[in-house]
């Protein structure tokens, strides 16, 4: 029994290692090499990275892990001459954007430098941060959906936000709204994904808006199947556990007033046909409307901010489609829950958690994290926007973010909530 054990084993490693070698040396889609960079890592507890089936399926699955892990570790040593990276058509002069009034208003963008305050209770912040996440996802008594699920039971096209540095040992899962695109131009730099005249990008806010958002500029969870078949979730697990990973976070409900703002405030086709069209039509009655988002805004024909938040609390919308990116909760785009986060940062404290992030993944040398967003906080936003919502339906919203705002420490706004 114990040599037919052995020799299953042996049968398993060398399928492994030959599979591996295979992908090392002929995979065309992207990085074939791993830094494992574990000197910033936190410890994870034993049995924090879920698995599942029988014990002795365990067995084997932790020798596997174990075994990919010696040899990942090993291969990261080495600089592989054959990964790929995207190279873009040479570029004139800054590409920082030049936005007409009403862009400049809705997306907030201010391009001078802002001096972050160092706070000496940072790091006191974040374990706080980090340890509310895991009381509440470990609190039996707060449930949401798919709270209880194990990273295993995540399906592949829902781990297309978290974007991996094999280079620096970083994973960052992005949320839309929450500075995300220069978020993404910091780990573009980092990673070497796109060149220039031959060259990687330096300076973040160098690489175009057009590149950033590029699905293919990045390397993402949800593409290792199509490039590591069945061993793509081991290869996720011992990433997860060596690489830090973070995200960053903003109040729910100040998201979503800037998600509206800057999909149905800006003409946006592919948004005003997808979502616009199908919200005039539920919610305001139109019939006839123009094919076109510059035909609909000349006629005056725009979501309003009610027709909006009827949409989302509409039990039809997620029953036709899961909830659109810019308006996805959190805990739904990063799995708060079965992903154990080594660094939370807020958007209300993006200047102080950016710089305190940087040197935690010792690139505070190579990149300064680019300044953007001027209106942050934005406190007066809510009573403002919510003012015309009838009660019900602000009882409602918040029933559906109420994850979010529980989980990353946002106080339940009240006032919203009651007559």
């Keep these: 029994m114990t040599k037919m054990r052995l020799l299953r084993l042996w049968i398993v490693l060398g399928s492994v290692f030959m599979i591996l070698l295979i992908i090392v040396y002929w995979d065309n889609v992207g990085t074939a090499h791993f830094y494992l960079h574990t000197s910033f890592s936190r410890p994870h507890p034993p049995g924090a990275l879920p698995t599942t089936g029988k014990d002795e399926e365990r067995e084997f699955i932790s020798d596997v892990d174990e075994f990919l892990d010696k040899l990942l570790s090993s291969s990261g040593r080495q600089n592989d001459p054959l990964r790929k990276k995207t190279e873009q058509p040479p570029l004139h002069g800054s590409s920082k954007p030049i936005l007409g009034n009403m862009e400049e208003s809705v997306r907030g963008y201010d391009w001078s430098t802002h001096d972050a305050k160092q706070n000496p209770d940072q790091e006191k912040l974040q374990a706080e941060r980090r340890n509310m996440l895991r009381e509440f996802c470990a609190n039996s008594s707060f449930v949401f959906p798919t709270k209880n699920r194990s990273f295993d039971d995540i399906p592949n096209y829902e781990l297309n936000h978290l974007i991996v540095d094999d280079r620096h040992g970083i994973i960052y899962c992005y949320v839309p709204k929450v500075a995300c695109t220069n978020w993404k131009r910091v780990m573009i730099v980092l990673s070497e994904s796109l060149l220039d005249q031959g060259i990687p990008y330096k300076d973040p806010l160098d690489i175009p808006r057009e590149h950033v958002h590029n699905t293919s500029t990045h390397l993402t969870f949800n593409k290792f199947w199509r490039r590591y078949g069945k061993f793509s979730r081991h290869l996720m697990k011992i990433k997860l556990k060596k690489y830090t990973k973070f995200l960053f976070v903003r109040d729910p409900f100040v998201r979503l007033i800037s998600a509206f703002r800057s999909k149905f ?68 785009l990063c799995h708060p829950c079965q992903i154990d986060y080594d660094f939370v940062g807020k958007l209300e404290t993006l200047d102080e958690d950016a710089a305190q992030l940087l040197q935690l993944l010792k690139v505070d040398k190579l990149l300064h994290f680019p300044p953007s967003y001027r209106n942050r906080t934005a406190s007066s936003w809510e009573e403002d926007w919510f003012a015309k919502i009838p009660l019900a339906w602000r009882q409602q919203l918040y029933k559906l973010y109420e994850a979010d705002f529980v989980l990353f420490g946002y106080p339940k706004p009240e006032n919203l909530l009651k007559d």
């Design 265 to 332: 405030e800006l003409e946006n086709d592919e948004f005003y046909r997808r979502f616009a069209v199908p919200m005039l039509k539920l919610y305001s009655n139109h019939t006839s409307l123009p094919t076109s988002v510059s035909e609909a805004f000349s006629a005056g024909l725009k979501v309003s901010f009610p027709d909006f938040i009827q949409y989302l609390i509409d039990p039809r919308t997620e029953k036709l489609a899961p909830f659109n990116e810019h308006w996805r909760q959190v805990y739904r």
